[in-house]
C-alpha cells in the first residue's frame, strides 16, 4: 500500500545507536502511554462504526440525491483535509458529479465568487466547527443563514453542522432542530479528517468511507501490531536532528498532491511548532512542493543551499490508468528533445522523481520516499494516517504538547481585543 524508503542510516553522526532496539522500544513506549491516555482521539477513529454518518445519509438519501453542490464553511483543519483526499480520489468512477466549494476565508471578494450562482435549491451547506466560536467560520455562517435564509423551516434540511459533543454549537443546533453530528472533543481539527468533518462530505461525494478507514487502519495495525520500525526511525530522526535539519521538504510528485501539500503543512507546522515541558522554543518547518513544476525553482536551493533540509518523495506508482504518450515528433533544431518521444508521461514524471531525488542523495542531502501504489480510498486513507502517526511521535521527542495551538489562540484573542475597543 504505502513503499517506505529512507537513506538516514548515512547521516547518523553523533547518534550511531539511534535505531539500536532499546530506543525503538523506549519511544513505542511512549507512543503506546500516549495513545491510551486519550490525549487525542485521531488514534481511534479508523475503527469507529460512524453511526450518525449513515444514519444521516439514510434519512436524507432522496434530498442528498437531488444537490448539485455542497458548500462547505471551515477553515484549517475543518476543510484541508476534505480538499486534500477529494483532489486525491476525483478521478475514481464513484466520485459523484457534485461541486464542492470551500467558504474558509474572509475575503469578500472570494465569497461573490464561490457564491456565484450558487441557489439553496440544489445546495447542501455544512458548517464545521469546533465549538462555533472561531470568528472566521461564524461570520461565513451568518452570511449564509441570511443570504440563503436557512432557518426557514422548509430551507433546514439544505444545512448540516459538525461540531464538538457538547459545544455551543451543537446546543444551537438541538433548538433549531437541524441536522448535526457531533465528534469527540478531543479530536483536534487538523487530526480530524477522518472522522465526521471529512467522511460525511466525502461519504456524500461518493467515496467508499469504509475503504479510507481501512487505509489507516492497515497503517495502524502495521505500526502497533506488527511494530515495523519504518515510522519510529523516522521520527527518530527528524526530532534528534531537530537543529541540523530544522526544514522538512514534502516533494510530491503529482499536481493531484496540491491539496494535500497544504494539509501536509498545517498539520506539521501547528502541531511541532510548540514550546516544550522546559518552556524552550521547539520546531520542524514544513515546506511543500509538486514536482515536475518545482524542479524548475526551488531545487536549486536545496542543491546548493544551506545544508539544513530533509526531503520527503511522495510519489504513485501507477498514476493514471490511461496513459499519454509523447508523439514521435522531431522539430528542427529542437532535435536534443526526442529521447523522450513515444515515452508515456506517467513514465517521464516517474523518471524525473528519480533522476531528481538522485541528484539530491549526491548532495549528501538526507532523502525518504513513500510510494503509493496507486491512488485508492484505501491508500489515501492509509497516507493520512501515517502522517498523522508520524506527527504524533516526533512532538513525543519534542517534549511538547503536539494537539494544542496557544499561538493561534493568541492572535484570536488579540483580534477580539481589537474588536471590543474600536
Same mark, same amino acid.
Given at each position: ?29 511512549? /507512543?503506546?502511554?500516549?495513545? $491510551? %491516555?486519550? #490525549? ?7 475503527? =469507529? *462504526?460512524?453511526?450518525? +454518518? ?106 448540516? /453542522?459538525?461540531?464538538?459533543? $457538547? %459545544?455551543? #454549537? ?7 432542530? =437541524? *441536522?448535526?453530528?457531533? +465528534? ?112 524548475? %525553482?526551488? #531545487? ?123
Amino acid at each position: 500500500m504505502l513503499k517506505l524508503e529512507n537513506t538516514y542510516h548515512d547521516f547518523l553522526g553523533e547518534y550511531p545507536t539511534l535505531f539500536c532496539k532499546d530506543n525503538l522500544d523506549l519511544f513505542f513506549q511512549k /507512543v503506546l502511554v500516549e495513545r $491510551n %491516555s486519550k #490525549l487525542s482521539g485521531y488514534y481511534d477513529l479508523p475503527f =469507529l *462504526e460512524n453511526e450518525e +454518518i449513515f444514519a444521516y445519509l439514510e434519512r436524507n438519501r432522496e434530498f442528498l440525491d437531488s444537490i448539485s453542490n455542497i458548500i462547505i464553511i471551515g477553515i484549517g483543519g475543518s476543510s484541508l483535509g476534505t480538499k486534500a483526499i477529494d483532489a486525491l480520489l476525483s478521478h475514481l468512477n464513484n466520485r459523484k458529479k457534485i461541486k464542492v466549494r470551500f467558504l474558509e476565508h474572509t475575503d469578500p471578494i472570494m465569497i461573490q465568487k464561490d457564491l456565484f450562482r450558487i441557489k439553496y435549491e440544489d445546495t447542501l451547506f455544512i458548517v464545521i466547527s469546533k465549538s462555533g466560536l472561531t470568528i472566521e467560520t461564524t461570520s461565513l455562517f451568518k452570511y449564509i443563514l441570511a443570504r440563503f435564509s436557512l432557518l426557514k423551516s422548509d430551507r433546514k434540511h439544505h444545512l448540516a /453542522v459538525i461540531t464538538d459533543q $457538547n %459545544s455551543p #454549537l451543537h446546543h444551537w443546533c438541538k433548538e433549531e432542530k =437541524l *441536522e448535526h453530528i457531533t +465528534i469527540a472533543p478531543n479530536i483536534g481539527g487538523r487530526f480530524s479528517v477522518l472522522s465526521a468533518v471529512g467522511l460525511l462530505p466525502l461519504a456524500i461525494l461518493g467515496y467508499d468511507i469504509q475503504a479510507i478507514l481501512s487505509g489507516a487502519k492497515t497503517i495502524s495495525h502495521m505500526f502497533f501490531e506488527e511494530r515495523r520500525d519504518n515510522l519510529l526511525k523516522k521520527a527518530l530522526f527528524l526530532a534528534k536532528n531537530e537543529k541540523k535539519f530544522p526544514i522538512n521538504v514534502l516533494f510530491s510528485y503529482s499536481s493531484v498532491f496540491r491539496h494535500f501539500n497544504a494539509w501536509y503543512v498545517q498539520l506539521w507546522g501547528e502541531s511541532l511548532g510548540k514550546l516544550d515541558i522546559y518552556e524552550q522554543k521547539r520546531g520542524l518547518t514544513p515546506i511543500a512542493l509538486i514536482g515536475s513544476i518545482d524542479q524548475h %525553482s526551488f #531545487l536549486q536551493l536545496i542543491m546548493q543551499g544551506p545544508s539544513n533540509k530533509t526531503i520527503t518523495f511522495l510519489s504513485v506508482e501507477n498514476l493514471s490508468q490511461k496513459p499519454l504518450y509523447i508523439p514521435d515528433i522531431s522539430l528542427k533544431g529542437l532535435e536534443a528533445t526526442d529521447f523522450v518521444n513515444q515515452t508515456s508521461f506517467n513514465q517521464l514524471l516517474k523518471l524525473q522523481c528519480v533522476s531528481t531525488k538522485e541528484s539530491i542523495i549526491s548532495q549528501n542531502v538526507p532523502v525518504d520516499s513513500i510510494t503509493l501504489e496507486s491512488l485508492s480510498e484505501q491508500s489515501v486513507g492509509a497516507l493520512v494516517f501515517y502522517y498523522e502517526l508520524l506527527t504524533s511521535c516526533v512532538g513525543i521527542l519534542l517534549q511538547i504538547d503536539t494537539y494544542n495551538q496557544p499561538g493561534v489562540e493568541f492572535g484570536k484573542k488579540i483580534l477580539r481585543e481589537k474588536f471590543t475597543h474600536s
